[in-house]
């Protein structure tokens, strides 16, 4: 019901924005109604690239039905509705639940369905019944008169990338979500990852119980490890990524280490550090994820690593007031600040998109 195509082209701006990348689009059909009397229905079929789960993709969906203007009855049968939004095949996986059945348990007897999703998926293979979707439909006897409508649906195009960059860092307090953003950044846009080794450092437990006895140590050994990381990974340059993106800058060590040393200690890691500093590869930029105080404490404490339970408020504001001071002194580096306080990007990929358009205007031009 409504102007059929323009819902269908809303539907797809939606589906980019709130669950996915849209990796294909099928052409347009026209086709009558199916199972009752009623107006002619227009079909497609869409791939698309998602993180979240089978089930929460249809929440999802049901929102954007609902918010095109579906309402749903009690009524058994079939009626004209302004958009109806189904999840075909989920991978090649095989779900049963009291909301979601995948493959969908018709799909295979309509002609309606198949034949849009044969121009995206025609050799994909239904994971019960094991044939191809064009197999399927080769097969199907249905007589149906249907017919591609010469408007074609687009798929929302990005209007960012990261082409310009060779090198990303992104900063942030602990919890503030860097490595899960470098991470969705590298899978969206084919980037090398560097992610930070901390899992794997013996003294932080021991840090977080005795930050007198063990501050050294600590710092010591993440610089060490961070300056043979970086230069590692950035020396090795890999020709089927386009840039690299990492979740830290070596330029943390000396900002925790200010925080966590005495003065002594801290005039001679100061001059370890800009021995091995220079040595580098720099940033082309540098984001600083802006967290609260309040948001980063619920973070760190529901993703539960145990050492991490006790850290105190007024230390995770130091290490803001830090990284601020810091960034305030950068002179030759491209930063930006980019506050995300209120935004859940991992969970809401409005959030995550509305981050990426923050970043696009300060990215350097094209060389010549």
């Given at each position: ?280 590869v720099k940033p082309d930029l540098y984001i600083y994820l802006y967290q609260n105080t309040e948001r980063l ?72």
């Amino acid at each position: 019901m409504g102007n059929r195509f323009e819902l269908l082209q809303t539907a797809l701006q939606n589906i980019y924005r709130e669950i996915g990348e849209l990796q294909q689009v099928s052409r347009v059909y026209e086709t009558p109604a199916w199972g009752f009397k009623g107006n002619a229905f227009l079909n497609a079929c869409v791939a698309v690239s998602t993180r979240f789960s089978a089930e929460e993709v249809l929440r999802k969906l049901l929102k954007i039905e609902t918010n095109a203007g579906r309402v749903r009855s009690d009524a058994k049968n079939y009626q004209n509705r302004s958009l109806d939004l189904d999840i075909l095949l989920f991978e090649e996986k095989i779900l049963e639940t009291v909301d979601l059945v995948v493959p969908h348990p018709e799909m295979q007897n309509r002609k309606f369905v198949l034949l849009p999703l044969t121009d995206i998926a025609a050799k994909e293979v239904h994971p019960k019944l094991k044939l191809s979707i064009e197999k399927l439909l080769n097969q199907l006897q249905d007589n149906s008169e249907i017919k591609a409508i010469p408007e074609k649906l687009e798929i929302p195009q990005r209007s960012f990338a990261f082409k310009n960059l060779n090198y990303i860092a992104v900063e942030g307090n602990i919890g503030a979500g860097k490595t899960s953003f470098s991470t969705m950044v590298s899978q969206d846009f084919n980037a090398k990852l560097i992610l930070e080794r901390f899992k794997d450092n013996p003294f932080l437990p021991k840090f977080y119980e005795d930050k007198e006895r063990y501050a050294f140590s600590l710092e010591m050994s993440f610089l060490a490890d961070r300056y043979q990381q970086l230069t590692d990974d950035l020396a090795q340059y890999d020709l089927f990524k386009d840039f690299v993106i990492s979740d830290y800058d070596v330029f943390k060590s000396l900002i925790f280490a200010k925080i966590t040393l005495h003065e002594d200690e801290y005039s001679l890691y100061h001059k370890l550090f800009h021995l091995m500093y220079k040595e580098l590869v720099k940033p082309d930029l540098y984001i600083y994820l802006y967290q609260n105080t309040e948001r980063l404490l619920e973070n760190i404490k529901s993703r539960g690593r145990d050492y991490e339970q006790n850290i105190q408020p007024d230390y995770l504001m130091k290490i803001n007031k830090s990284y601020l001071n810091f960034i305030k002194t950068q002179t030759n580096m491209k930063v930006q600040i980019i506050d995300i306080s209120g935004k859940d990007f991992v969970n809401n990929r409005a959030d995550y998109l509305a981050i990426l358009e923050e970043i696009k205007p300060h990215w350097p031009p094209k060389a010549e």
